[in-house]
């Protein structure tokens, strides 16, 4: 089992940057993707960004692409959700999960293919 805990959330200003971190423990991540989802307040949960942990390759959901950056730390098992020119609509709890490498065109976007979850950080962005 992997072991995720989430931390950087807070209460920012439109516009405004955060970074979000997620460090993993429990076993080798070599066959895993890690990923972040967020979910908004009434709303479904949905994908942000993925990143595998062996092979580096990124994967972004299309509401945040372009503002948003995943990248891992290898040394501290950790990965990082670099988010920039927040907005109000980003307001979510933001998850981060592990799961094993699938396939397909689209496998890292269904949340079933993930099998661990940190507790959540809340972001909130106000206007």
């Known amino acids: 089992q992997v072991q995720l805990a989430e931390s950087g959330g807070g209460s920012v200003q439109a516009g405004d940057s955060l970074r979000l971190s997620c460090r993993a423990s429990?076993?080798?991540?070599?066959?895993?993707?890690l990923a972040w989802f967020r979910q908004p307040p009434g709303a479904e949960r949905e994908f942000v960004a993925g990143?595998?942990?062996?092979?580096?390759?990124?994967y972004y959901g299309v509401s945040v692409k372009g503002r948003v950056t995943i990248s891992r730390d290898k040394a501290k098992n950790t990965v990082y959700l670099q988010m920039n020119r927040l907005k109000p609509e980003d307001t979510a709890v933001y998850y981060c999960?592990?799961?094993?490498?699938?396939?397909?065109?689209?496998?890292?976007?269904?949340?079933?293919?993930?099998?661990?979850w940190g507790q959540g950080t809340q972001v909130t962005v106000s206007s």
């Open positions: 999960a592990a799961g094993l490498l699938g396939y397909g065109s689209t496998w890292y976007l269904d949340l079933h293919e993930y099998d661990s």
């Open positions: 429990g076993r080798s991540l070599s066959d895993y993707i």
């Open positions: 990143i595998t942990w062996s092979g580096g390759s990124t």
